[in-house]
């Protein structure tokens, strides 16, 4: 039982830092309905950016974080104006390939730019793991969880409290009302970018803390679609439970079965969970249900 | 002259289908073939001449998921898949079956169909994005299945030595003889594709692209069509997967993951989605580009400013392989057939291009 329970509390911490990631991808999804491929390795530039400012220039952690802010959210504008906007109208595959194309450019672009080998991010937290019996939770991941929840809180008041957040909603909900509302769709999507360059930012710090930052931080953008195909493309708590599910699934059975298959199972489960969901239930469990057969 | 479309027009069905649309391409064909068979091979050094294999090999490949993404509209993010089903197949079949290399080829293909047809069944169900993901799930089931499974990977990260390729009395052994082999299955590949892409078949995969329901309504039965867009791309996948683990000799996990899915994608995306020569046009640019920009970054080898040139390299591939994706969709969504075709159709009207 204690086995259990260590694997199931790890499992869904890991999970709340899953769905930090995936918190980009929905924000983007949900208001502009553009498939971000490249997630991954937004956050890996973010990464990429806070360990320069700091091991390069020598700033302080706090500043490097707010600069990484700032340029992450300049990044999200740039991208949208440039990329993003040209695709609207045109075929999904498209706005996949070009998310795509994106993330293979960025992966070469930021080794050239500071270095191909892994650079740690302090954030100079407690080595001491937090201890409940024969719980260990170390405290990056609860910072993570820590993280993840104060985005959500703050994106919930966004999104219920704030003109610009009702905005955001009705462009998802529908472009044309929205516009004919005096609503102008152009700065949503902007807006929505810089939303996901802020996720972006505390991703990297999360993860870069937790695996070190190089090329592969990207590859954890690919973790994203089982959370976000289980939880519903454009639901933000869809995005947590699909979180907290892909995260504990995978530890637990990663933990019983995995001296059974020669391990790696923790790459397996995810996506065969999101298969039997994309069987049964295609929308996820708390997305938008569009009906359409063929 | 070259305007050679001056004059003729087409008046039945079958003309409008004909494999040459006009009498001078039965020429121009030929040409080409013939400089592909008797001078190409000859006058090039042996490097080149591996380019040359490595991209008749993703001619294969490419022209198969255009097919599927292309013309029926499906996308596949899981390609690689198909591939390292035929190449193992033909690699497990080779070395513990002893079949001949022409078997292990056929079986490579028919397996990947299988495995297609079941990897398409979601097409059923989901589609764009969703059935994106789901051919994604297939890439990293497949990939984990062959780490996992001795039987089949030979264990983690393993690889399968695999003997050269012979038919008959003949073994394709040097480098021009495997050259040969590719080239011939390329013709084979082309063939089949042009002709998919010109029956029956291949008008009610563009009719299910165009619009799924209104295909349905025109008679078109769907699900048939869609699985069997799914089993024909993936037969071309896994004959690819073959073919390449014929000619490098091992069927290792590291060819067939989720960037070689993605560099086909990326292959008919800057061929042309939809068009036989498109795919070829892509394959070959999309093969040749990364070869040709280590050889030039060799020649400056020293005057860049950087201290390890190799991982520079490697990552200004990736750079510029990103970047391009992106400019040819944002500048010509219709890739570089469409840009064969702005050229032809210059020099069809020139010099009265008004």
């Known amino acids: ?294 | 002259m070259i305007n050679r479309e001056c004059g003729i027009f087409r008046t039945t069905y079958q003309a409008d289908m004909s494999l040459y649309g006009v009498p001078l391409a039965r020429i121009t064909v030929a040409a080409f073939a013939l400089f592909f068979a008797l001078v190409f091979p000859f006058v090039v050094d042996h490097k080149h001449l591996v380019w040359a294999n490595f991209a008749g090999i993703s001619i294969v490949a490419a022209i198969g998921l255009n097919l599927l993404t292309g013309y029926t509209g499906q996308i596949s993010i899981g390609h690689a898949a198909f591939m390292a089903t035929g190449g193992y197949t033909a690699a497990i079949m080779t070395t513990r079956a002893d079949v001949p290399f022409w078997v292990g080829l056929i079986a490579g293909g028919v397996f990947a169909s299988a495995y297609g047809l079941i990897v398409g069944l979601p097409s059923v169900r989901v589609k764009g994005f969703y059935l994106a993901i789901a051919t994604l799930a297939a890439q990293f089931i497949t990939e984990w299945i062959i780490n996992h499974v001795e039987w089949i990977g030979g264990g983690f990260q393993a690889s399968i030595i695999v003997p050269p390729a012979s038919l008959g009395p003949v073994r394709f052994d040097t480098e021009l003889e495997k050259y040969y082999l590719v080239l011939a299955l390329v013709v084979l590949a082309v063939v089949a594709g042009l002709n998919i892409a010109r029956s029956r078949l291949g008008r009610a995969f563009v009719a299910i692209r165009d619009r799924d329901v209104a295909a349905e309504i025109i008679g078109v039965d769907i699900f048939r069509y869609k699985l069997l867009s799914f089993m024909i791309s993936s037969f071309f996948a896994g004959v690819a997967g073959a073919l390449y683990v014929y000619y490098v000799g091992t069927a290792t996990i590291e060819a067939f993951q989720i960037s070689r899915s993605i560099e086909i994608l990326a292959m008919i995306i800057i061929g042309g989605l939809g068009s036989i020569l498109g795919s070829i046009f892509g394959a070959v640019f999309v093969v040749v580009l990364p070869l040709a920009l280590e050889d030039i970054l060799e020649f400056f080898r020293g005057v860049l400013p950087v201290t390890d040139i190799d991982t520079f390299v490697s990552q200004l591939k990736l750079m510029v392989f990103g970047g391009l994706i992106m400019l040819f969709l944002m500048v010509e969504p219709e890739g570089l057939n469409r840009l064969w075709r702005n050229v032809k159709d210059y020099f069809r009207v020139w010099p009265f291009s008004y």
């Open chain 1, 1 to 294: 039982m204690d086995f259990f329970l260590s694997l199931l509390v790890k499992g869904l911490t890991l999970g709340c830092i899953y769905a930090l990631v995936a918190l980009g991808f929905v924000l983007i999804y949900k208001a502009t309905s553009v498939i971000n491929f490249a997630v991954g390795e937004m956050m890996m530039l973010a990464g990429f950016l806070i360990t320069a400012f700091v091991g390069l220039y020598g700033l302080p952690l706090a500043a490097a974080i707010g600069l990484s802010l700032l340029l992450m959210v300049l990044f999200g504008f740039v991208l949208e104006r440039g990329v993003l906007r040209p695709m609207i109208g045109r075929p999904v595959i498209g706005m996949i390939m070009a998310t795509l194309g994106l993330g293979i450019f960025l992966r070469g672009f930021a080794p050239v730019m500071w270095g191909v080998d892994k650079k740690n991010l302090d954030l100079m937290l407690p080595a001491q793991p937090l201890r409940l019996e024969s719980i260990v939770v170390p405290p990056v991941d609860l910072a993570g969880v820590g993280i993840t929840l104060f985005l959500l809180a703050c994106f919930a008041y966004f999104f219920q409290r704030t003109r610009s957040g009702i905005a955001v909603r009705a462009v998802a909900d529908d472009q044309q009302a929205a516009m004919a509302m005096g609503i102008r769709v152009s700065t949503v999507f902007a807006l929505s970018w810089a939303l996901a360059g802020i996720t972006a930012v505390a991703g990297g710090v999360v993860w870069g803390n937790k695996i070190g930052v190089d090329q592969y931080l990207s590859l954890l953008g690919l973790r994203v679609f089982p959370v976000v195909i289980l939880g519903g493309l454009d639901s933000i708590a869809g995005t947590i439970i699909g979180g907290l599910v892909v995260g504990a699934s995978e530890n637990i059975f990663g933990g019983y079965f995995d001296k059974y298959v020669g391990g790696g199972l923790k790459d397996f489960v995810p996506y065969v969970l999101m298969l039997l969901v994309l069987m049964v239930r295609p929308y996820g469990l708390f997305g938008r249900e569009v009906i359409e057969r063929v």
